[in-house]
């Protein structure tokens, strides 16, 4: 079957910087949203066995595990990111972990084999679809009856300092740019627009629940501040400043992590929807 791609522009990005940047920072994101991923696995109640899909699963770090704990079934990641399947298929193999299996694949519209799944989970890989009520109904054929849904999505942008203490939030405080628009990142936040999609979508049981984990960034501030200053948003915006203008940004930025920071790295609490759900 050929590999069509309807999310174009997120497809680009993941197979271009964003994808790099989640290849090149997977030890980081990893200490980052490894409490998130491992509440993610615990809601999913993987029994020996089953059959799981993982929704854009990146470098496989949730597939891997995911298939470790069927043991005797299988467990299948789904990318539009051919970067990051690659790289995820030379995890999996490093690894050892024969019964996890990856596919480059746009969810929204891939057509997994119908009723064939006992799981469909995802870390942070369901907020990026152009027609979310299609790509859930697209998932939710790809469960059998009373499969089990769980993934992780984050809650508002004001509730994740994350998301706001870097470079492009800064910029928009010196009046160097516009604030941003709506982003995917939250498309799923508010609980009533993704209730509804996944009732329309064929699922019953839908509950959300408050997944609030610390997150460690890095090791100090100076570390953070490279890892920001190098990231691709903050690379563009760099790009266009005079050094004095730079040097200004990046003073605040610093000053905005200085608040993070404890002798144990730069910790900055990550708010997330653990949402379940069934088949129906
Ligand atoms: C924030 S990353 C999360 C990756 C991984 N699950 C993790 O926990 O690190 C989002 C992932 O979803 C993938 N993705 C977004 N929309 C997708 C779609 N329509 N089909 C397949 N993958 C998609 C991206 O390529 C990216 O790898």
């Known amino acids: 079957m050929a590999f069509v791609a309807v999310n174009a522009e997120q497809a680009e990005d993941w197979n271009g910087a964003s994808g790099r940047e989640f290849i090149e920072q997977r030890e980081r994101h990893e200490r980052m949203l490894g409490r998130l991923r491992a509440r993610l696995l ?12 993982d929704v854009g699963c990146g470098c496989g770090d949730t597939t891997i595990p995911a298939a470790r704990a069927t043991r005797g079934g299988h ?11 690659a790289e995820a298929r030379r995890l ?6 024969t019964n996890a299996r990856f596919e480059v694949a746009d969810a929204q519209v891939h057509p997994f084999q ?3 799944f006992d799981v469909v989970l995802s870390s942070l890989g369901v907020m990026f679809f152009d027609d979310p009520a299609a790509a859930f109904a697209n998932l939710r ?5 009373g499969g089990r ?21 800064a910029a928009v405080v010196f009046g160097l740019r516009e604030p941003p628009g709506p982003s995917a990142a939250f498309s799923l936040a508010d609980t009533g627009r993704t209730g509804a999609l996944l009732s329309g979508a064929g699922f019953g049981g839908i509950e959300f629940g408050k997944a609030d984990e ?6 100090d501030v100076d ?4 890892y920001e200053r190098t990231s691709p948003t903050a690379t563009e915006i760099l790009a266009g400043l005079s050094p004095a203008q730079a040097a200004e940004l990046t003073g605040q930025v610093r000053d905005r992590l200085v608040a993070y920071a404890s002798p144990d790295g730069v910790t900055i609490p990550g708010a997330a929807w653990l949402v379940t759900a069934h088949a129906v």
């Open 223 to 226: 570390d953070v501040l490279e």
């Open 141 to 145: 054929k790809a469960l059998r009856r």
């Open 42 to 53: 615990a809601a999913a109640r993987i029994q020996d066995g089953e059959t799981i899909l």
């Open 92 to 97: 999996a193999a490093c690894a050892g972990v």
């Open 75 to 85: 467990a299948l990641g789904a990318d539009f990111s051919r970067i990051q399947v």
């Open 149 to 169: 849904l769980a993934f992780l999505c984050w809650r508002a942008r004001e509730e994740n300092p994350a998301f706001i203490i870097g470079f492009a939030e």
């Open 214 to 219: 610390p997150m460690l960034i890095g090791r």
């Open 114 to 116: 119908a009723g064939a």
